[in-house]
């Protein structure tokens, strides 16, 4: 880099030198394409612009505060850093690898680099003399509007841990950008909340990364990072919902629900968590169909599972029944992705005239597009065969059996079927004995397991009857109440 200081002074000529360098180069660079189009970056660039030979005082001022405005107070080297993180890198047919010792990424990383260095002090000091009308004290820049006025924005560094990391954090960039234990030497634990862990590992990665002296020869640990943690959207959340002309968007809070909050499901979790332990393996694995009563915990059970594998590369995207064509295009976004996905689809069932089913059957198997390796559907029903049967279906048509085998044939493409039951009053209680002891609710105020399980019993008959959900309804209202 140019040396801008002579004498403790900054050389004038080189600094302007560097701000038309990187003017130039920043809406320019290759491995992350789209970059400028993030709201703080845009106005960085705006107010480079104002460098030109044509560029008054007013909009060099103007573009100052509009960029230490949209930068709220935030640390401009750990902004960029962030934004490096949550891109969505073109590789240009490299691998990981690859693209971590090319030129192309350290060059990229070499301009931001220098633009994370830019003194608010510097610049500054060369406005003041880039236009002498900013330091007349007789003129318009004088008082509150004199440049020695103007605030900072921040360039002092975090450390890992140091501050929480606020949703908005979380979410930056996220309109630009998308596009084991031997992960990480820690164990899986069932009540770990999966985007706490994320933006740990994201606060983590950018003070770290923030305060290297060249980030350039650190392109292998940035890819490395996007290999564990995958690029774009996926940085920004654990969790997805699907909207049609809006692709993946990141759920905020997911259900914190996990595996060890789900009383009485020890064989239905055995088979769906082997199933997706295989998954994150990267052996085959099946697509799951969670049939059963209501309120007995299948949804909750599928959601328990980000929770308890994030760590391990899984991500769960929710699609709704009505957005069932819009499979291919998930597809898609995930294929080639460093993780694993299970596209959740909850209550699923269809009408006797809906034929949404299609979708579904040609993706689970039989469509002539092969499915990304790293993609499952995982659905719950409260209907076996997810589709009504009729007698009239059997004797309307001249082949009646061909459209009954029509409809059964979607539930059969499921690879593993598990079937939730009704529990009994003993499952049921246990289940209420065991919400209690998590709430602390036994032996406050006197509350004995006698007298709770009275209570237990009492609003099943006068609620929902007998479930996993009656059960937690139960506790949260007794619990509230005390």
């Known amino acids: 880099?140019?040396?801008?200081?002579?004498?403790?002074?900054?050389?004038?000529?080189?600094?302007?030198?560097?701000?038309?360098?990187?003017?130039?180069?920043?809406?320019?660079?290759?491995?992350?394409?789209?970059?400028?189009?993030?709201?703080?970056?845009?106005?960085?660039?705006?107010?480079?612009?104002?460098?030109?030979?044509?560029?008054?005082a007013v909009r060099f001022y103007q573009g100052y505060f509009a960029f230490v405005r949209v930068l709220r107070g935030r640390s401009w080297p750990e902004y960029l850093v962030g934004c490096v993180m949550r891109s969505r890198p073109e590789l240009y047919g490299m691998s990981w690898e690859e693209l971590g010792l090319s030129d192309l990424l350290k060059r990229d990383l070499r301009a931001l680099q220098e633009a994370a260095d830019l003194?608010?002090?510097?610049?500054?000091?060369?406005?003041?003399?880039?236009?002498?009308?900013?330091?007349?004290?007789?003129?318009?820049?004088?008082?509150?509007?004199?440049?020695?006025?103007?605030?900072?924005?921040?360039?002092?560094?975090?450390?890992?841990?140091?501050?929480?990391?606020?949703?908005?954090d979380r979410l930056l960039g996220q309109s630009v950008f998308y596009g084991q234990r031997a992960l990480f030497g820690q164990d899986v634990g069932g009540s770990g909340e999966a985007m706490e862990w994320l933006c740990r590992r994201q606060q983590e990665f950018v003070a770290v990364f923030a305060a290297e002296r060249d980030w350039a020869d650190n392109g292998s640990r940035l890819c490395e990072h996007w290999r564990r943690l995958g690029t774009g959207v996926f940085q920004v959340a654990t969790a997805f919902c699907w909207e049609p002309g809006r692709g993946l968007i990141p759920v905020e809070r997911p259900d914190p629900v996990a595996l060890n909050n789900l009383f009485r499901q020890e064989r239905e979790q055995r088979v769906i968590r082997e199933n997706t332990e295989t998954f994150l393996r990267g052996y085959p694995a099946s697509d799951v169909l969670v049939y059963g009563s209501r309120?007995?915990?299948?949804?909750?059970?599928?959601?328990?599972?980000?929770?308890?594998?994030?760590?391990?590369?899984?991500?769960?995207?929710?699609?709704?029944?009505?957005?069932?064509?819009?499979?291919?295009?998930?597809?898609?976004?995930?294929?080639?992705?460093?993780?694993?996905?299970?596209?959740?689809?909850?209550?699923?069932?269809?009408?006797?005239?809906?034929?949404?089913?299609?979708?579904?059957?040609?993706?689970?198997?039989?469509?002539?597009?092969?499915?990304?390796?790293?993609?499952?559907?995982?659905?719950?029903?409260?209907?076996?065969?997810?589709?009504?049967?009729?007698?009239?279906?059997?004797?309307?048509?001249?082949?009646?059996?061909?459209?009954?085998?029509?409809?059964?044939?979607?539930?059969?493409?499921?690879?593993?079927?598990?079937?939730f039951l009704s529990p009994d009053q003993e499952s049921y209680l246990a289940i209420v004995r065991g919400l209690a002891?998590?709430?602390?609710?036994?032996?406050?105020?006197?509350?004995?397991?006698?007298?709770?399980?009275?209570?237990?019993?009492?609003?099943?008959?006068?609620?929902?009857?007998?479930?996993?959900?009656?059960?937690?309804?139960?506790?949260?209202?007794?619990?509230?109440?005390?």
């Open 119 to 168: 003194e608010p002090d510097k610049v500054k000091d060369w406005a003041a003399h880039r236009w002498p009308e900013l330091g007349d004290e007789q003129g318009v820049f004088t008082g509150f509007l004199s440049w020695r006025e103007w605030p900072c924005w921040r360039m002092e560094l975090g450390r890992p841990g140091e501050r929480g990391m606020s949703c908005e």
């Open 1 to 56: 880099m140019d040396n801008e200081e002579s004498d403790g002074n900054v050389d004038l000529g080189l600094f302007e030198k560097k701000l038309h360098r990187l003017r130039l180069a920043l809406p320019r660079l290759c491995v992350f394409p789209g970059f400028e189009r993030d709201e703080v970056v845009g106005a960085f660039l705006e107010l480079l612009e104002t460098v030109g030979d044509d560029a008054g």
């Open 295 to 419: 309120g007995t915990g299948k949804s909750s059970l599928v959601k328990a599972l980000l929770n308890a594998y994030a760590e391990r590369g899984l991500r769960l995207i929710q699609l709704r029944k009505k957005h069932l064509a819009a499979l291919p295009e998930i597809a898609g976004e995930v294929v080639g992705a460093p993780l694993k996905f299970v596209v959740f689809i909850d209550d699923l069932s269809f009408d006797e005239k809906e034929s949404d089913y299609k979708e579904l059957k040609s993706l689970l198997e039989g469509g002539l597009a092969s499915r990304p390796p790293n993609m499952l559907v995982y659905a719950t029903s409260n209907r076996r065969h997810l589709m009504p049967e009729t007698f009239a279906e059997r004797g309307g048509e001249v082949h009646a059996q061909d459209a009954v085998e029509e409809k059964l044939s979607l539930a059969d493409r499921f690879g593993i079927t598990v079937t």
């Open 437 to 482: 002891e998590q709430a602390g609710l036994l032996g406050r105020d006197g509350m004995t397991e006698e007298m709770l399980m009275e209570q237990a019993l009492r609003w099943a008959v006068l609620h929902n009857g007998r479930s996993g959900r009656s059960a937690r309804q139960f506790v949260q209202q007794f619990g509230g109440g005390r």
